[in-house]
């Protein structure tokens, strides 16, 4: 099994190519730009590997992305490569429509045109999974679920581009019958996660005794997901998934921010204790703009359809993720040392 996956050297997609490499012994051609939030030492595990291979480019670039197709002519494309930050979205939309948007379009077309090259047999085996969010359902109040049959309702200019992306997958799919299939997750969090997102934040600022920004009240809920059960999902949707069908993912999780913040606080008395509660560091801060309230995935097709389930519970994934940023200070500080954060609350 030959999988092209873009994205590959960022939170998920690294996962994702561990898994499909590691556990499952697939060939992995990995297309990334290596933006700011790319970066090849989460791949330590597979440098090397003869099954993993490569290659910097822009999922925006059309010559190069079909170059590519045409010398690993994969049986699956798994497309993660992305402009993921809300934050980022809010104060330089640019990127994110560049990326997510004309860079799903380049993908599509590129598929396209490789899949409709391919011989009758091969055809019929290819799938191209676009990989998308919760986000674009909008904000939940304190009841229901996001279903796949939910109507899209983003807030952000990031949850708005990943709508647009997800829109021309499907539309791919109906008007030229190229075998799509898009998934939407919850939030993911676990090991190699960029420091600006909410959780590895926390956990770094807590280490280093700097303030801990919670937005608004804190009362926002998210649903989270450890990233290896999305890694196992993508894989089964891609594998089983019915052509021009939606698979919402989620592991049922939901939390308030402060509750996570907590809880992070908590985690960090015992494994790091800073001479007073880690809580009393926290700050609240402005709230995001357009920030939704509430996420929440119904994941009932996936479970029953698909026979996916999330394994890791947060109790004990956010504990391992503690100890994960605890233990590996070699793969942070780099990163945390080279973007600049002060628009993001970190100073
Ligand atoms: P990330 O920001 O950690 O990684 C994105 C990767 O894409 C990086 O390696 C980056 O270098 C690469 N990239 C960005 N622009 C590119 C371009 N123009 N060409 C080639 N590569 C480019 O993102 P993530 O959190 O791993 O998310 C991966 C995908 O999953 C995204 O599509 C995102 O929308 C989706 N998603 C994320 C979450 C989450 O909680 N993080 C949840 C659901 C869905
Ligand atoms: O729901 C899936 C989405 O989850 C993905 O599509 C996105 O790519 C991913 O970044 C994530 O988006 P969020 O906006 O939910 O994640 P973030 O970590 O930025 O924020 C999580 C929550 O924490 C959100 O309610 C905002 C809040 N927050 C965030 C930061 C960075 C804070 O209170 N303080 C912070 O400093």
């Not at 939170?11 to 190519?17: C, P, Q, R, T």
């Not at 809010?90 to 993908?107: K, P, Q, S």
């Not at 303030?211 to 926002?220: I, Q």
Request: hydrophobic fraction near 35%; glycine fraction near 8%; aromatic fraction near 10%.
């Amino acid at each position: 099994m030959r999988v092209l996956v873009t994205g590959g050297a960022g939170f998920i997609g690294s996962a994702l190519v561990r898994y499909l490499v590691l556990e499952k012994g697939y060939e992995v051609l990995n297309v990334d730009k290596l933006t700011y939030a790319g970066t090849l030492t989460s791949l330590k595990s597979v440098e090397g590997n003869p099954l993993y291979r490569f290659l910097k480019d822009d999922i925006c670039d059309g010559r190069a992305i079909s170059e590519a197709f045409a010398s690993f002519r994969p049986d699956r494309v798994m497309h993660l490569a992305a402009e993921s930050h809300v934050d980022r979205s809010i104060t330089g939309a640019r990127d994110f429509v560049e990326t997510n948007v004309l860079g799903t379009f380049t993908m599509l077309e590129s598929a396209r045109a490789y899949w409709q090259s391919l011989p009758l047999e091969e055809k019929d085996g290819f799938r191209f999974l676009h990989v998308s969010t919760d986000e674009v359902y909008g904000s939940l109040g304190d009841e229901g679920l996001f279903e796949e049959v939910t109507p899209y309702d983003p807030s952000s200019p990031y949850s708005a581009s990943k709508a647009a992306s997800d829109h021309l997958a499907k539309a791919w799919e109906r008007t030229y019958g190229l075998p799509v299939v898009v998934s939407n997750c919850s939030n993911n969090y676990g090991p190699f996660h960029f420091p600006e997102k909410l959780i590895p934040l926390m956990i770094i600022s807590a280490l280093e005794g700097r303030p801990l920004p919670v937005y608004g009240n804190g009362a926002n809920i998210r649903d989270w997901l450890f990233v290896e059960d999305h890694a196992r999902a993508l894989d089964i949707i891609v594998e089983r998934g019915r052509i021009g069908e939606t698979y919402n993912v989620g592991g049922r999780n939901e939390r308030r921010n402060i509750d996570v913040v907590k809880r992070i606080c908590a985690l960090m008395d015992e494994l790091h204790p800073a001479g007073k509660p880690h809580e009393s560091f926290i700050s609240y801060v402005q709230d995001r703009p357009g920030h939704d309230a509430r996420y929440a995935i119904d994941a009932t097709k996936l479970e029953t359809e698909l026979g996916w389930k999330a394994r890791e519970n947060f109790d004990t994934g956010i504990e391992k993720t503690v100890r994960w940023y605890l233990e590996n200070e070699w793969w942070w500080a780099p990163l945390r040392k080279n973007y600049d954060g002060t628009r993001l609350g970190l100073v």
